[in-house]
């Protein structure tokens, strides 16, 4: 059983920044992909922003040079700074860790940029 806490979110101005956090919980060892995914209303979830074998990072096109993602798997858990946010950053951000073929997601957690 894997399960993902996360922290953070909440409401920002644009232009401001903000870092998620999110701790897994349960039989996870080695390498694995942590990560964040994102959605829209009405849109399916999409990705943010993955780390996996150990430092390698892949951005969606939108948020590449303005978010950073930290995964510490001997630690289980994996941060999101988002800065230079943007009205369309708004969305439920979901914390995600992809193990033996499986992608597990947390419960969630909104970000809203105001402009």
């Known amino acids: 059983q894997i399960q993902l806490i996360e922290s953070g979110g909440g409401s920002v101005q644009a232009g401001g920044s903000m870092r998620l956090s999110c701790t897994a919980h349960?039989?996870?060892?080695?390498?694995?992909?942590m990560g964040w995914y994102r959605q829209f209303p009405g849109k399916e979830r999409e990705m943010v922003a993955v780390?996996?074998?150990?430092?390698?990072?892949i951005y969606a096109d939108a948020v590449q040079g303005r978010f950073f993602v930290d995964a510490d798997v001997a630690k289980k858990t994996v941060d999101l700074q988002m800065d230079s946010l943007k009205p369309e950053d708004t969305a439920v951000y979901y914390c995600?860790?992809?193990?033996?073929?499986?992608?597990?997601y947390g419960q969630g957690t909104r970000v809203t940029v105001s402009s």
């Open positions: 995600i860790v992809e193990w033996r073929g499986t992608r597990f």
């Open positions: 780390q996996s074998r150990g430092t390698m990072r």
């Open positions: 349960g039989n996870l060892f080695g390498f694995y992909p």
